[in-house]
């Protein structure tokens, strides 16, 4: 299916509003290493949605959420978590303990992975029911989180010491933890806030189920 003339303009703006960011985040990280791991999801999903564009187009919110999540990383890459500049405002502001923007991160790494899963659920027919529908999705969010933990553990055991400023901990010993719950509250989140939206979209889609 080829999307019609105007979304093809505005997904073709937000790819090249993700290659200029992408460069920016890279131009002078605080750290080469672990800007590329930060980043390396976008490096792997931006070709792949472009590659999938035609036969298989998503919904325009869920591109616009996964531009965002992108945006998300790659500030994240640029800086590394720990050193962003929003998350010491958001410190002061709520008078924390620690720079937050590495919860922010795994927030959205529940929030827009469960939109992706329900997609894919829902368009594929795999499930039915709505109860169903959402502890599918986030069991999905959270063994994507898991597995990024897993992925977390191996660059520590990996680089040692040098793997501090990709795993973000700022010396919290429930990190791990905390970061698969920030998981939760996003798939959660998505799931309340969005779904009513997301099925008009998915009707929209030539082959959309609408309404579980």
Not at 8 to 19: D, E, H, P, V
Not at 42 to 70: E, W
Request: glycine share 8%.
């Amino acid at each position: 299916m080829t999307p019609p003339p105007s979304q093809s303009r505005w997904l073709a703006a937000l790819a090249l509003a993700t290659l200029v960011l992408l460069v920016a985040s890279g131009w002078r990280p605080h750290d080469r290493a672990t800007w590329l791991m930060e980043v390396l999801p976008v490096l792997i999903v931006l070709p792949l949605l472009a590659a999938t564009r035609r036969r298989y187009p998503l919904t325009p919110l869920l591109y616009a959420l996964i531009f965002v999540h992108a945006a998300v990383l790659m500030l994240g890459g640029a800086y590394t978590y720990a050193r962003v500049p929003l998350g010491f405002e958001l410190q002061e502001l709520f008078g924390l303990s620690r720079n937050p923007y590495d919860k922010i991160g795994h927030f959205f790494q529940g929030f827009v992975p469960a939109l992706a899963a329900r997609e894919i659920l829902l368009r594929g027919e795999y499930v039915r029911g709505r109860r169903m529908l959402a502890f599918l999705v986030v069991c999905v969010v959270l063994a994507i989180s898991a597995s990024y933990e897993f992925i977390e553990w191996g660059a520590a055991l990996a680089l040692g010491q040098g793997a501090d400023e990709f795993l973000g901990t700022q010396g919290d010993p429930w990190d791990t933890q905390s970061d698969m719950f920030c998981a939760l509250l996003g798939a959660l989140a998505a799931l309340i806030a969005l779904s009513r939206r997301h099925d008009r979209q998915l009707a929209r889609l030539h082959g959309g189920p609408g309404h579980p």
